[in-house]
């Protein structure tokens, strides 16, 4: 079974940039399409970001989609969403997953996940 975890959350101040990690046991990392996913207290977890098992396509929320960006280094086994511009709203638990089908925006298309790391924005 793949095994992820995330890194780099933490708590900063809006406007303020984050850099989030997530590491990928096993040999079939760079054939997943990984997405990065959120979930705010209270709320769904929601979609956030997503990029290709060859890094080809990406695909973003509208929320997020000139702010963040999803890259990935399959010799390392990583993928990244740098964030910048950060606001109150960005708040929440953040999620990395991998997928073995095309459908990047869908929560039941993904088949591993992380425990996820906590970003905090303060206003």
């Known amino acids: 079974q793949v095994q992820l975890v995330e890194s780099g959350g933490g708590l900063v101040q809006a406007g303020d940039s984050l850099r989030l990690s997530c590491a990928a046991s096993?040999?079939?990392?760079?054939?997943?399409?990984m997405g990065w996913f959120r979930q705010a207290p209270g709320k769904e977890r929601e979609f956030v970001a997503a990029i290709s098992w060859n890094g080809r396509s990406t695909y973003y929320a509208d929320s997020v989609k000139d702010r963040f960006t999803i890259s990935r280094d399959n010799a390392k086994d990583t993928v990244y969403l740098q964030m910048n511009s950060l606001k109150p709203e960005d708040t929440a638990v953040y999620y990395c997953?991998?997928?073995?089908?095309?459908?990047?925006?869908?929560?039941?298309?993904?088949?591993?996940w992380g425990q996820g790391t906590q970003v905090t924005v303060s206003s």
């Open positions: 096993g040999r079939t990392f760079s054939t997943l399409g």
């Open positions: 997953a991998g997928t073995r089908t095309v459908v990047p925006r869908a929560k039941y298309a993904y088949d591993y």
